[in-house]
Structures are given as structure tokens and as C-alpha cells.
């Protein structure tokens, strides 16, 4: 259980960035207007343990500063309720009061005590004064919570009585872990994100990657959930494009070790116009960042996609070129090959009945630990200057 104690006080530099690593992330995006008074009990899965917990405020897509007045951590007992003594406090620089510049994210002060893997983390906040655009994640596949009025100390579940799919303003959380531990960031679309696998359970692929890692002999232990549904590696539209996220997303995570890059089949099946060509350049661009960040590069290829409304000969073209230059350029320091894994025997364009969610693009929670089980571990682990 979490064995969190009280925050008495903390450097004031700590706001600025965040040691240890990355446990739970989620990509922030503009989320409509923000509500003054309004207060968020925002639910998160971590992945790896560890103490002096920290979280990430984001103000990302906000016009306006924006003041969080109280802000709480604990863990979830059921619903909006939390498990008793739980519920701590968290400061910024020494401060309860933090205000976030627009466009910007603030970290916390580390809050002292233990979080073990795998827990049921609960973040409170309450913002006098949110307006203007608000920063948030809007496909959660988790049940959180709303309430008018500060009740971010409040373990009952009581007065929060709004659920919402959505996290609000909150896009990062780190602990300090064990020497040499590390993390991976999984940059995608509506896949990654859990489109089609099952609420509330954490059975999107990147869930199960984690268990997998807790279960390992390897350093690698932290898993940052960075999908976006509707996402392109080229074009903004549903969140920032992945080449204009890349650093807020997964370069600037605390104990990032690599950067597992699972994109392309939006900007494939868009008919925009972009080419293979295009497409390649584009991972070769997030490739030559992330390795100039001394981050290691995972790649997988875009899977089948036939069935799903968009999808013809020329998409598939498309993603035939794509998948072979991506299975053997040589240009990442590893590549799992999804579309193997998840394709039919009997039709190789469309996927396997037994891993579709239904409409022929997302994968059920079968195809998702499916994906999980093709990763090889021990490229997660690679070293980025080698």
C-alpha cells in the first residue's frame, strides 16, 4: 500500500525538472474551456515503483497563467473513494500554491514515502481560477472524477459526483526508483492510447508491456503511455504531430531510456497525399532527435488495416513500403514487427479476427498483450551511444 507521509517542506528548485523516473505519463492536448472552481480526482495506473513521488502540472495549450491552489496524491480504495491515511498534500518550491505559465508544465516537490508498482494512484487538484483553453488527455479508458469546489483533501468519494473518460492537467508522474532504473516511452496514435481494450482494466499495450518488465531481469522498468488517438508522425490535428511532441512528450521524461516509436497509420490512411517517401523521413527525423538526446530508438511496423473504411490498395501500398524500409534499414537500435503479430494468415492486409476490436484497426485486449509479447525486452535496454 502507499506509504506516503506528509510533505513538510522542499527545496524550491525542484519545480523546475524532475530526477528519478518516470512511473504513468499521458500526452496532453487543448481540451476545451477550463472551469473556475473546479476540482479533478484524477485516477492513474504507475508502473514501476519507488519513493519521493513528483507529479507534472501542464498549462501546454493554456493562454493564461493558471493557479493550482490545492493539489493531493493517494491511493484509490474504489470509485472516488480513497484507501484511509492515504490522501497527502503536495507542494510546490514549499509552496501549496503553484501557478503554471502558459504554455508550460510545473513539477512538484518529491512527497515522501514509498509507491509501489502497479498502484492505483490518485491525483486531486483544484484550480480557483481555470480558464481559456484547457491542457488535459481527453481518451482515457479510465474513470475519474469532478466536483464544484475544493474537496482535493477529502478522502470520501462523496462529493464527486461527476465521472469523466478524460485526465485534466495532469501529464506526468515520476518516482525516485533504484540506481540504473530506467524507462520507455511509447509514442503513438489510438493504439497505444487503448482504443478498444477493455475501461478501467489497463489492457492497452502498453499495460501489458509494463507487467512484463516488472516481471524481468532488466533495468528498464518505467512505461509512459504517450498515445493520442487520431495522432500522425507528420501533420498536427488530433494533438501535436509526433515530431512536434517529441521533446514535451518523451525526450524531457525523467529516466527516459527509449523511445518506442508505434505510428504512421493515420498519416497512411488520411489521403493526404503523404508518400512513403514522407513518412520515412519523418521517423528518420524523431530517430536523429531522440538519438541526439542520447535516447535509444524502438521502432515497430503500422499494422494491417483492411476492413476499416479508409483502407485501399494505395494506403496499403503505402504501408508495405513503409514496413519494409522499417524492418530493415538498420536505422533504430531495435524493431518489433506488429504487423506480423497481429495479421491474418488468410489475408495478410487485414488483421486476425481473434485480435480485432471490432473494426478492423484497433486490436481487442487479446491483440494488445499480443503486441506486448513481441517486444523483445532486452532492446529496451540498448545503449543509445553504441
Not at 473556475?36 to 519513493?51: E, M, P, Q
Not at 503500422?302 to 530493415?328: C, I, M, Y
Not at 487485414?350 to 491483440?367: F, S, T, V, Y
Request: overall charge negative.
Amino acid at each position: 500500500m502507499l506509504t506516503l507521509v506528509a510533505c513538510q517542506s522542499a527545496p524550491a528548485e525542484a519545480t523546475a525538472d524532475a530526477s528519478g523516473v518516470v512511473t504513468w505519463a499521458a500526452s496532453a492536448d487543448r481540451m476545451g474551456e477550463g472551469i473556475a472552481g473546479r476540482s479533478y480526482r484524477l485516477v492513474v495506473h504507475t508502473s514501476t515503483g519507488g519513493s519521493d513521488l513528483r507529479i507534472r502540472l501542464s498549462n501546454a495549450f493554456g493562454d493564461r497563467p493558471m493557479t493550482f491552489d490545492s493539489v493531493y496524491a493517494g491511493v484509490q480504495k474504489q470509485g472516488a473513494e480513497l484507501r484511509p491515511g492515504s490522501n497527502r498534500r503536495l507542494a510546490f518550491g514549499g509552496a501549496r500554491t503553484v501557478t503554471v505559465p502558459a504554455g508550460g508544465t510545473v513539477w512538484s516537490d518529491p512527497l515522501p514515502g514509498r509507491l509501489p508498482a502497479a498502484t492505483d494512484l490518485v491525483v486531486s487538484l483544484h484550480s480557483p481560477d481555470a480558464g481559456g483553453p484547457a491542457s488535459g488527455h481527453w481518451m482515457a479508458m479510465q474513470t475519474s472524477y469532478a466536483t464544484q469546489g475544493d474537496h482535493t483533501a477529502e478522502e470520501s468519494g462523496a462529493a464527486w459526483t461527476i465521472p469523466t473518460g478524460s485526465w485534466f492537467y495532469l501529464d506526468a508522474v515520476s518516482v525516485r526508483a533504484p540506481a540504473g532504473t530506467g524507462a520507455v516511452v511509447a509514442l503513438g496514435d489510438s493504439i497505444t492510447d487503448g482504443w478498444a481494450s477493455t475501461p478501467d482494466l489497463n489492457r492497452r499495450w502498453p499495460d501489458y508491456l509494463a507487467r512484463r518488465l516488472r516481471k524481468a531481469d532488466t533495468a528498464v522498468k518505467g512505461v509512459a503511455n504517450e498515445g493520442i488517438s487520431g495522432n500522425k508522425v507528420l501533420a498536427d490535428g488530433p494533438g501535436q504531430s509526433a515530431l512536434n511532441r517529441l521533446e514535451r512528450d518523451a525526450l524531457s521524461l525523467p529516466g527516459v531510456r527509449t523511445v518506442f516509436l508505434f505510428q504512421g497509420v493515420n498519416d497512411i490512411k488520411a489521403h493526404t497525399g503523404v508518400t512513403a517517401e514522407d513518412l520515412i523521413e519523418g521517423y528518420r527525423e524523431l530517430a536523429d532527435r531522440a538519438h541526439e538526446a542520447g535516447k535509444c530508438v524502438a521502432v515497430a511496423t503500422v499494422g494491417p488495416f483492411k476492413g476499416w473504411h479508409e483502407w485501399d490498395p494505395a494506403a496499403e501500398a503505402v504501408r508495405q513500403e513503409v514496413n519494409s524500409f522499417l524492418r530493415t534499414s538498420g536505422e533504430f537500435d531495435a524493431v518489433t514487427d506488429f504487423d506480423r503479430i497481429l495479421r491474418s494468415p488468410y489475408d495478410q492486409e487485414r488483421m486476425l479476427p481473434a485480435l480485432d476490436g471490432g473494426d478492423h484497426i484497433h486490436p481487442n485486449d487479446k491483440g494488445m498483450q499480443a503486441m506486448a509479447d513481441a517486444v523483445d525486452l532486452s532492446t529496451l535496454d540498448c545503449d543509445a551511444t553504441g
